[in-house]
């Protein structure tokens, strides 16, 4: 797999400030085997690498993670965020019914879904009715009906053997006409139009789902496409696209072994987003489509994102953990104040770590009041110092404060001001560590 690889490439790299343009272009390399491995179309490998090389570049290597992580998390990020970030939701129409209509192949999974996406619109209190407009092949009206009773769903169809005489096909677009009429007068509130497919992309298909769609004016146009087509899933999104239009995509057979490349070629070429997913042939084998799910499947990863951020989680947790144990223990130094000032000028960091503390509210509260300009007095003096000074206050008596507030270009009052906020500090900590213990802090004795 990706990691696994990535792994073997970075095997030496660990402790690096950065990665190197050599370790980027091995990475890239790897990244565009995996995303070739998942089916995904050359040029939209070609992209997605460029922009992870491109934000490679600017990353510092992580502490908590190593490089080969780091590059996953990289490319996961970029990988969830063209794939759309959050879920987009059906539109629904603002009166009457809204109209979902299904376009693509046969044998793409258009039937099976149209009964699917049925049942969850009931489950979410809609009354949905399903519409046979695939009057081609010959048993597609009847197996409409089969999945509609299967989930509790009416289909409306032309009466039986109502196709005007004509052997393959009756008038799907006065089906589809009619159906609208129908479920306004029953009060239907969405209604799911299934069409024909064929094999392959054709002229007179193209053209009949055209005339469907605006027969009923759809709210939606979905695409239905087999994750199993891989690399054919671009050619045929486009001539679809083209042909019809469409504003989402539903991605099919994904309990197969697809890796699901075509969800990040299609939304990458089209634009338009994946918006379901269906995966299996029983009704409830159905979900939203999880950009971060379908991720992690490309990239053939399994548990990988979970691990890197439980890597990154147990590491600021340590970070954590060690300033606690420095509080608490009362060596704690004028280096040590210096550095959380420093750390609450980044922010959250001593706020992170003193709610993690019992009764720690009005330390945290002094310390979000500090401004920065302050932190950098502070920074003045405490520089101004010897290293034993900073080491152990206790000694910084008269002269070595008129000294430091010299060095500093402060006052001896500015001086007096902080190594009293220092102890004050110090008191309190210690207190906090001995009143409270370590309750909320994993690890520590509570
Ligand atoms: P249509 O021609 O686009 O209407 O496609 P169908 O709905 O008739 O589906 C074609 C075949 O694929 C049928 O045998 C379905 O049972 C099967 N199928 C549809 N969706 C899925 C799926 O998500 N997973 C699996 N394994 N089979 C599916
Ligand atoms: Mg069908």
Redesign the pocket.
């Known amino acids: 797999t990706l990691s696994d690889r990535l792994a073997d490439t970075f095997k030496n790299l660990r402790g690096k400030g950065r990665l190197s343009e050599a370790d980027i272009d091995a990475t890239a390399r790897e990244i565009r085997i995996a995303l070739l491995e998942a089916d995904v179309a050359l040029p939209v490998v070609k992209d997605f690498v460029a922009a992870v090389k491109e934000r490679a570049r600017g990353e510092e290597v992580s502490q908590a993670l190593n490089p080969a992580q780091q590059v996953i998390k990289i490319v996961n990020d970029e990988l969830v965020e063209i794939l759309g970030g959050e879920t987009r939701r059906l539109r629904y129409a603002k009166t009457g019914p809204t109209v979902i209509m299904l376009a ?10 149209a009964a699917k996406l049925a049942l969850w619109l009931k489950e979410q209190g809609k009354s949905p009715l399903l519409v046979a407009c ?1 009057l081609q092949r010959p048993n ?1 009206v009847q ?1 409409l009906q089969v999945n509609g009773d299967k989930v509790g769903v009416p289909v409306f169809a032309p009466e039986a053997g109502n196709t005007g005489g004509n052997e393959d096909g009756g008038d799907p677009v006065g089906v589809a006409r009619a159906s609208i009429e129908e479920a306004k007068r029953r009060l239907f509130d969405v209604v799911i139009v ?1 069409t024909a ?1 064929r094999l392959g992309v054709d002229a007179e298909m193209m053209g009949q789902a055209a005339s469907i769609r605006d027969a009923v004016q759809p709210d939606e146009v979905l695409f ?1 496409v087999d994750a199993m087509i891989g690399q054919d899933a671009l050619t045929t999104a486009q001539a679809f696209l083209d042909g019809v239009g469409f504003d989402g995509v539903v991605l ?5 072994d697809a890796r699901g490349g075509a969800a990040l070629s299609i939304r990458q070429v089209t634009g338009r987003p994946v918006m379901f997913a ?4 029983k009704m409830t ?1 159905f979900d939203v489509f999880h950009p971060d799910r379908m991720a992690s499947r490309i990239l053939d990863m399994g548990d990988v994102m979970t691990l890197i951020e439980q890597a990154e989680k147990a590491f600021d947790q340590e970070q954590a953990l060690k300033a606690a144990q420095k509080l608490s223990g009362g060596d704690f130094t004028l280096d040590d104040f210096l550095e959380q000032m420093q750390q609450i000028k980044k922010l959250g960091s001593m706020t992170k770590i003193l709610k993690m503390l019992p009764g720690a509210g009005q330390i945290r509260e002094q310390l979000e009041n500090f401004d920065e300009r302050e932190i950098d007095r502070v920074e003045a003096i405490i520089r101004s110092m010897t290293p034993a000074e900073r080491d152990n206050p206790k000694i910084i008596d008269g002269s070595r404060r008129a000294r430091i507030a010299k060095g500093a270009g402060r006052t001896v009052a500015d001086v007096n001001g902080l190594v009293d906020r220092f102890f004050e500090a110090r008191k309190m900590m210690m207190q906090m560590a001995r009143g409270g213990g370590f309750a909320g802090v994993p690890g520590m004795p509570g």
């Not at 693509?104 to 879904?113: I, R, Y």
């Not at 269906?278 to 042939?281: A, I, V």
Request: proline share 0%; no cysteine.
């Open positions: 693509g192949l046969q044998g793409a999974g258009k039937t099976t879904l695939d597609a197996q299934d497919g239905v099919t057979k994904l309990d197969g269906s995966s299996g042939e084998d």
